[in-house]
């Protein structure tokens, strides 16, 4: 009984590299029309002037302030 002999493999031969293609000259493109663009805005209001203030406010007073008037606490529950 023979011993199999173990098998070369076969070299791949390279694959040549195609040659490059070179560019077909043609009729130049014939420019695209112009795009209309969007509605144009309306023009900005001039802006009105402030309402005239009038009398001023009186000042809201602080919470336990001079102007609060005294609060009792509240008394004990009888009970």
């Known amino acids: 009984?023979?011993?199999?002999?173990?098998?070369?493999?076969?070299?791949i031969p390279p694959?040549?590299?195609?040659?490059p293609v070179p560019p077909v000259p043609g009729p130049d493109p014939a420019p695209a029309p112009p795009q209309p663009g969007p509605d144009p805005l309306p023009p900005v209001p001039e802006p009105r002037p402030a309402p005239d203030p009038g009398r001023?406010?009186?000042?809201?007073?602080?919470?336990?302030?001079?102007?609060?008037p005294?609060?009792?606490p509240t008394p004990p529950n009888p009970l």
């Open 1 to 11: 009984m023979t011993t199999p002999v173990p098998h070369e493999p076969s070299p």
């Open 15 to 19: 694959i040549p590299e195609p040659d």
């Open 56 to 68: 001023p406010l009186p000042p809201v007073p602080e919470p336990g302030g001079p102007l609060s």
């Open 70 to 72: 005294p609060h009792d």
